[in-house]
């Protein structure tokens, strides 16, 4: 594939010549391996989510706290999105102001000691206030890193790494659901306190190399620190020429500084930039959306209430739910990753559209399956129940999972992107608090009739996603502007550049 598809046409004339793979080059090997540290911040997420689902399949859990059911069962699954919504007012001003680094080191040593009081949870309270905690940790770790990673890839490695960053969700669930697999036959607590010590792996792991992780060098100009986004850009994009002689970190720190100068003279930083002007207003509506379709397209009922789920079409067995669980864990990441690899071939809105039709598809067949093994109780229903799960959750994880978090950070120019991601999140965690309590009431009391909801809210989603959602293949963070707000958003300076700079070849066969 041209790098022209990929970053654009006047991005990829600057490239640096080569026909080695990137894995070859030290340094795009250095910077790829130093952004699976932030990347790695999805699967604290995924590990709780899948967590949840384990630990109501197991008999142990639930006899210890006394069976939960109900709301009391949704306060269980909401308490961690609770927490997130409440950090969501700090968290965006914070990475703005203090850098995403020092923030995200700040969500994982929070996320460590919630761990902590949850494993030694004694009474339910205690369980469900170590829940609120991760959740609150967790803001601080996820919100700052898809945009850590975004801008500092590599320009043709931008899309898909932005877009695995969701993708480790299920390496961190497919690490629960084997765990509590695993622990199911101990009768003791520790069937239960071994997964939950288990959610601290991935922020150790994180904090042991975060050192080494530069930061973001557009945070760097914003805060007039020119000189070491220049040599943080020079090191791990360019380092053959040096930042002065360069094309790449010429063109980049330009194409960053003009834009960011412009940002700071059309509008303020503060949170009415997002509503500012009629492109802020758009982007701002689509982050939101992404995160509130991410959530109210029927995932949460499937994701957090899997066993309520299986229990409605006669699948009790400890046994056989979590190991269904585990299987689709792995499913699930294999699917995501793959998707992660296309999004520069396929496009964004592709995907977006793809998924749309397959997700409504396999709910329809779903609820109809559900109806009659409920009301028949016939059996082969029942297996086709198991099997739309996992169609569903194939196009959920080819769109919602590689760009939930990938494409809301496209399209959000610097001087908006935390506060954008933090209302995005708020649409995430504020339908999940919700969710939480609305789903395992409407599961028990009228069982595959709940489904119908989702159903219909898939077709309006089809409908949005095709009316609003631009593609954004082939443009870098800068050049995305143009998208929304018209050709005058970049200046003719960055022309000048580039036809200098052209003269310097534009052959570039690195791939990924």
């Known amino acids: 594939m041209k790098d022209s598809q990929?970053?654009?046409?006047?991005?990829?004339?600057?490239?640096?010549?080569?026909?080695?793979y990137w894995f070859q080059q030290p340094h795009l090997l250095k910077l790829n391996l130093l952004l699976l540290i932030p990347l790695?911040?999805?699967?604290?997420?995924?590990?709780?989510?899948?967590?949840?689902?384990?630990?109501?399949?197991?008999?142990?859990?639930?006899?210890?706290?006394?069976?939960?059911?109900?709301?009391?069962?949704?306060?269980?699954?909401?308490a961690q999105s609770i927490g997130s919504v409440l950090a969501l007012p700090f968290v965006g001003v914070l990475t703005d102001k203090y850098g995403r680094k020092p923030i995200l080191v700040l969500g994982l040593l929070i996320i460590i000691v919630a761990t902590v009081i949850q494993a030694t949870s004694f009474k339910l309270p205690q369980f469900i206030i170590a829940r609120a905690i991760v959740g609150f940790g967790g803001m601080f770790s996820v919100h700052p890193s898809p945009l850590l990673i975004a801008e500092l890839a590599y320009p043709t490695h931008r899309g898909k790494y932005t877009s695995a960053f969701w993708t480790m969700y299920y390496l961190g669930a497919i690490l629960a659901s084997w765990t509590t697999f695993g622990c199911q036959d101990y009768q003791s607590t520790w069937s239960w306190r071994?997964?939950?010590?288990?959610?601290?792996?991935?922020?150790?792991?994180?904090l042991l190399f975060i050192f080494w992780v530069p930061e973001s060098p557009r945070w760097l100009v914003s805060k007039d620190r020119t000189a070491e986004a220049t040599e943080t850009l020079s090191r791990y994009h360019a380092p053959e020429l040096g930042s002065e002689e360069s094309p790449l970190v010429r063109y980049q720190l330009d194409q960053i500084v003009q834009t960011i100068h412009q940002e700071k003279i059309a509008s303020s930083t503060g949170w009415g930039a997002l509503i500012s002007t009629p492109g802020n207003r758009k982007r701002t509506l689509i982050a939101f959306l992404v995160g509130f379709m991410a959530q109210w397209n029927g995932i949460a009922v499937v994701s957090y209430y899997l066993?309520?789920?299986?229990?409605?079409i006669g699948i009790t067995s400890t046994y056989t739910q979590t190991l269904i669980n585990g299987l689709l864990q792995v499913f699930n990441f294999l699917a995501a990753v793959g998707a992660a690899f296309l999004v520069d071939r396929l496009g964004r809105r592709t995907l977006f559209l793809w998924a749309g039709v397959g997700m409504l598809v396999s709910y329809i067949i779903l609820t109809a399956c559900s109806a009659v093994t409920a009301t028949s109780g016939n059996s082969s229903a029942g297996i086709v129940v198991i099997v739309t799960l996992f169609t569903f959750y194939f196009h959920y994880d080819i769109s919602f999972t590689p760009l939930l978090f990938g494409y809301p950070t496209e399209i959000l120019p610097f001087n908006i992107r935390a506060k954008g991601i933090a209302v995005e999140l708020f649409g995430i965690y504020g339908s999940l608090t919700l969710l939480a309590f609305v789903n395992p009431i409407g599961l028990e009391n009228i069982g595959w009739k709940y489904y119908l909801l989702f159903s219909v809210l898939l077709v309006v989603f089809l409908i949005i996603t095709y009316f609003l959602f631009p593609?954004?293949?082939?443009?870098?963070?800068?050049?995305?502007?143009?998208?929304f707000d018209g050709p005058q958003a970049l200046g003719s300076d960055l022309d000048k550049v580039v036809s200098k700079d052209a003269t310097h070849g534009s052959q570039h066969h690195e791939g990924i």
Do not use: C
């Not at 071994?194 to 994180?206: D, E, N, R, T, Y």
């Open 6 to 20: 990929i970053v654009g046409e006047a991005l990829a004339q600057v490239l640096p010549k080569t026909n080695k």
């Open 40 to 78: 790695l911040s999805s699967s604290v997420a995924g590990y709780d989510g899948s967590l949840m689902n384990g630990l109501q399949s197991l008999e142990q859990w639930q006899t210890y706290f006394g069976n939960p059911r109900g709301a009391t069962l949704g306060l269980v699954n909401a």
């Open 194 to 206: 071994i997964p939950s010590i288990l959610q601290a792996g991935f922020p150790i792991v994180q």
């Open 307 to 312: 066993t309520l789920v299986l229990e409605t």
């Open 471 to 483: 593609e954004t293949k082939g443009h870098s963070l800068e050049e995305m502007a143009v998208l």
